[in-house]
């Protein structure tokens, strides 16, 4: 399989840290943002809704959208509980991921980043995201105040999903990450799990 990534974006990490963790190797296939080359994976048709992750099956088939290539490759292990409901609420943390939590935490740090963005990262608009994306942040400090996990009892694709943006929410969006001492730890818990790598590596 191969795997069309962005170096530099959680949505494509957050795929790169399911592989490591399941200590599973496809061929990665860099295409950074502003590039020559994900234009290129553009007009080869390898980005079906234009945007990077996308995950090329053996035989071809793609598949786009990072939280359905986690569920793909999750399948059958253990980041995906056997009880429906616990399936369910960890597909319920993935939605709002999409739906809230990246359209603030990782829209702030795109901004903030990405020197061809810096023109829309007005300080009206940069107040607003750091408004929506604490509180974002303090729905997930909730959560990890009392257990361990974000959807069950142990570590799931829901986590790792989550981790993609949340683990540089403090460096990269300039959110006061002081505020979220459950966060903190359940950061420092995914960072231990067996095979876990890192943004960069
Ligand atoms: N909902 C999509 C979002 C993917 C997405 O926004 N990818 C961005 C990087 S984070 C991208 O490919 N941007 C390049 C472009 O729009 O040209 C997912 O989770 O995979």
Avoid at 13 to 30: M, S, T
Avoid at 119 to 127: D, I, N, V
Wanted: proline share 4%; charged share 20%.
């Amino acid at each position: 399989m191969k795997l069309y990534s962005m170096p530099s974006s959680g949505n494509s990490y957050k795929v790169r840290l399911l592989l490591a963790l399941l200590g599973r190797a496809v061929e990665i296939v860099d295409v950074e943002d502003n590039s020559a080359e994900i234009q290129r994976a553009k007009s080869d048709g390898m980005l079906p809704f234009g945007k990077a992750p996308v995950l090329m099956l053996d035989d071809g088939r793609l598949l786009p959208e990072s939280n359905a290539i986690l569920g793909f490759l999750g399948e059958g292990t253990a980041f995906v509980p056997a009880d429906p409901f616990a399936r369910a609420t960890m597909n319920g943390w993935m939605f709002w991921e999409q739906n809230q939590h990246e359209g603030t935490v990782a829209v702030r740090a795109a901004l903030l980043n990405y020197a061809h963005r810096r023109h829309l990262a007005t300080p009206e608009r940069l107040a607003d995201l750091l408004e929506r994306g604490h509180a974002n942040l303090q729905i997930m400090e909730t959560r990890l105040q009392a257990h361990d996990w974000l959807a069950a009892d142990a570590v799931s694709l829901a986590d790792i999903c989550l981790y993609g943006y949340t683990h540089s929410a403090g460096s990269r969006g300039g959110f006061d990450m002081a505020r979220f001492p459950g966060i903190n730890r359940w950061i420092e818990r995914i960072a231990s799990l067996p095979g876990y790598k890192g943004l960069s590596e």
